[in-house]
């Protein structure tokens, strides 16, 4: 809409000016004048390509995976048959593409995007909507899981704010893989936009309606996702749909702590608390963001120069560091949230919600029978009570160099709520001895245990040394 | 609904004569028509316009408190009260509002107005103009209950459903009539959709004129269904006076009960109520 009132207001000021120069009167903009606008062509496939409509198949799908079907269809002489490809396919691993008309069309006047569907079996088919223009996506709408059956059932797709859609490019879009390994045939048939009328009680969300609290520093950046729009449709249903950034109207509470940008990525850019708000055409989305910024980011102690024959080291920005598989393998049980991440430019790991986590490297795991001592810089902000602790348990796949088999050793060494300090980097210096470990030839794992008693930990400089 | 079939012959035959038809109901034109025998009902005589903001004038409602037996006769969920919190006049509307809290041991909470007793009427025009709740499990109703239902038990007594809606089929109305041998499952009954839009979006008219020996029900500028006699296999139990209730109810046999999904608070706004004769 801002663009639209925008562009109004400098073609009645240009008018205006060659009017007034011309017969010098006060007249406006005469009613006839006729402003350009793209097309309203509702249709996108109906019994063929609509006008302008292309078929852009991603890259890395089955390429051919959609054809024009004359056989089945719902109605009139054909549909849009995909033919979504077994696993291993080598003519692609799934199915999917846009179909856009670059010359855009003003789809303002319409509430849904509809078609009627069916497949071979049932599925579900995993993104599905329009939007996607192999550009900027700005306001890409997208149906996750859209369970689809072997009868044809119509299905809608709400528009989650039509007044935005003055140009739009991507008509249709999709991307589907195998089910449980099997491809399958489905077909789409009477695509189009349509003033349904009965899209109503819109209920937009960030965050996927969680009001989320974060604590953190100046200089991080943190997007906002689940990003959604639902309506109440005459079925009863509430449809929900994955909505572009570019549909929300973001607000920061406090502009001096942190600031968020048209694409809902938020950055910290002082000390204080400010909350994150959006609104979708007017309507408050629910979920918000409380950013707790704790202000400038205080670096971990940077480690000495070493010699690199002494130092293995796993999360370093001094040392040359060892392959890793993952900062947090999200296993069982496991609350933990976050792993690597930058801040300020330097690369530190965040876990969230911690109860334990695991950094693993297998490929390969490492000798640390020359090292001596395990180092780890350990940052806490939230207030330590008496029963809080931080674990750190290193893991050894036994020589068998596997994980299980009935030779690991893990030892873990717990620091309790009176070795632990608030809001300043904790540096341990632990004696690989101390952890008493059977085998450390082949050492993979290193965990951080909390059990809770600590939400939020900063993490940096992960290294054996000798 | 099984009754439906009973009433498309019928209904083409309204949908015909839909726009003669209301082009002189509403032009207050004396009329007559070969088939159906129309009244007009010029002379206002209840207007409950809601200008005066706080409780519902007390001179023309009260209230069903509680959850009556069975959750009045419908295994209902929600326990009515006479609270600002569930029914209150602001700003031009009467506001029933649907809540989910506990209370009384009861999981909703919601509001049961009634004219019994002080605004009772045989025959005449009788419409609101409201916007209506949404939701799996929302069952909002706009109806009347024969005025001798204390000596002359449900059914006998009869029951008009001027307008019922179930929050799942938010674009969906029924007009219904209950008498003995027609009534819960088996009651006279129509549905209309409305085309191209829903009611709990923006406000809409539910109405009936209703004279000797004939119920006709509209929406806005649409009559959608006459009852007459020969509609019911049983008394007509319609040529007495009746009384007006309003009310939000939440579950029950006819909606089933709401979801996770179901938004609640839920609102009922009524704009006005005018009955004519």
Redesign the interface.
């Known amino acids: 809409m801002k663009n639209l009132t925008i562009k109004h207001i400098a073609i009645v000021i240009l008018s205006g000016t060659m009017m007034c120069t011309t017969t010098s009167c006060e007249r406006g903009l005469s009613e006839d004048a006729e402003f350009a606008t793209f097309p309203k062509n509702p249709d996108v496939f109906i019994d063929g390509f609509s006008g302008g409509l292309q078929y852009l198949p991603f890259g890395g799908s089955k390429l051919d995976a959609f054809k024009v079907d004359t056989q089945t269809k719902y109605s009139g002489t054909s549909s849009m048959r995909f033919d979504v490809p077994n696993v291993n396919n080598p003519g692609g691993a799934f199915a999917g593409a846009i179909f856009p008309d670059m010359a855009g069309r003003d789809l303002t006047g319409f509430d849904a995007l509809t078609f009627w569907a069916k497949a071979t079996t049932a599925a579900t088919i995993n993104e599905i909507g329009f939007g996607n223009d192999f550009g900027e996506n700005k306001f890409q709408t997208t149906l996750t899981n859209m369970r689809i059956s072997t009868e044809w059932t119509k299905y809608i797709i709400p528009l989650p704010d039509p007044s935005q859609l003055v140009a739009e490019r991507g008509m249709f879009w999709y991307a589907e893989g195998p089910e449980n390994g099997n491809g399958y045939t489905f077909w789409i048939d009477e695509l189009k936009f349509e003033k349904l009328g009965t899209i109503a009680q819109p209920r937009p969300a960030m965050f996927a309606g969680v009001d989320r609290d974060e604590q953190t520093f100046i200089g991080s950046v943190i997007p906002i996702t689940g990003l959604t729009q639902t309506f109440n449709l005459a079925s009863g249903v509430n449809q929900t749909v994955t909505a572009a950034p570019s549909y929300f109207a973001f607000k920061s509470s406090d502009t001096d702590v942190a600031l968020v940008n048209g694409n809902g990525v938020v950055t910290v850019v002082g000390e204080g608390t400010a909350e994150i708000t959006a609104t979708l055409n007017g309507i408050r989305a629910r979920g918000s963001l409380t950013i707790e910024s704790l202000g400038e980011f205080l670096q971990a102690p940077t480690p000495p120069v070493r010699n690199p024959a002494n130092v293995i080291s796993v999360f370093s920005d001094a040392y040359t560091n060892i392959p890793v598989d993952f900062y947090n393998g999200f296993f069982g049980f496991q609350t933990t949230l976050g792993g690597a991440i930058t801040l300020n430019g330097q690369n530190i790991i965040q876990y969230i919600n911690l109860n334990f986590v695991a950094t693993e490297f297998k490929n390969p795991t490492i000798n640390i029978s020359q090292m001596t001592h395990f180092h780890v810089d350990i940052f806490i902000s939230e207030p330590i009570t008496t029963g809080d602790f931080i674990s750190i348990e290193l893991g050894d796949f036994g020589p068998n160099n596997v994980f299980g088999g009935g030779d690991d050793s893990a030892k873990r060494i717990q620091f309790a709520s009176t070795s632990l300090t608030r809001n300043q980097w904790i540096s341990l210096d632990i004696p690989i001895a101390d952890f008493a470990l059977a085998s450390r030839n082949n050492l993979a794992q290193i965990f951080f245990i909390s059990d809770g008693t600590i939400s939020t930990i900063l993490v940096d400089n992960m290294y054996f040394y000798r | 609904m099984n009754n439906q079939n009973l009433f498309s012959t019928k209904g083409l035959l309204l949908v015909a004569k839909r726009a003669v038809l209301f082009t002189l109901l509403f032009s207050y034109m004396n009329c007559t028509d070969d088939k159906q025998k129309v009244v007009n009902f010029t002379n206002l005589v209840l207007a409950e316009e809601f200008d005066v903001n706080g409780p519902p004038n007390p001179e023309v409602w009260s209230y069903n408190i509680g959850t009556g037996q069975n959750g009045w006769g419908n295994n209902e969920l929600q326990y009515y009260t006479d609270r600002p919190e569930n029914v209150t006049v602001q700003n031009g509307y009467m506001i029933i509002t649907a809540r989910k809290e506990s209370f009384n041991g009861s999981q909703y909470t919601s509001a049961r107005l009634v004219t019994k007793g002080k605004f009772e009427q045989q025959y005449g025009r009788f419409e609101a103009r409201m916007r209506l709740p949404?939701?799996?499990g929302l069952w909002p109703a706009f109806w009347m209950l024969g005025a001798d239902i204390d000596d002359n038990p449900w059914p006998g007594a009869g029951e008009i459903d001027i307008m019922e809606l179930?929050?799942?089929?938010?674009?969906i109305l029924l007009g219904t009539v209950h008498g003995p041998g027609y009534s819960g499952g088996q009651s006279i009954s129509k549905s209309y959709t409305l085309?191209?839009?829903?009611f709990?979006?923006g406000f809409h008219v539910f109405g009936i004129e209703w004279g000797p020996n004939y119920i006709n029900f509209y929406v806005d500028d649409v009559l959608y269904n006459q009852i007459t006699p020969a509609d019911v296999p049983g008394e007509w139990v319609f040529n007495k006076p009746f009384y007006i209730l309003m009310n939000v109810a939440v579950g029950g046999n006819f909606v089933g009960a709401p979801n996770t999904?179901t938004?609640f608070p839920q609102t009922m706004l009524v704009d006005y109520v005018r009955v004519y004769n």
């Open positions: 949404w939701g799996q179930r929050g799942q089929n938010p674009n085309p191209n839009d829903r709990d979006t999904e938004v």
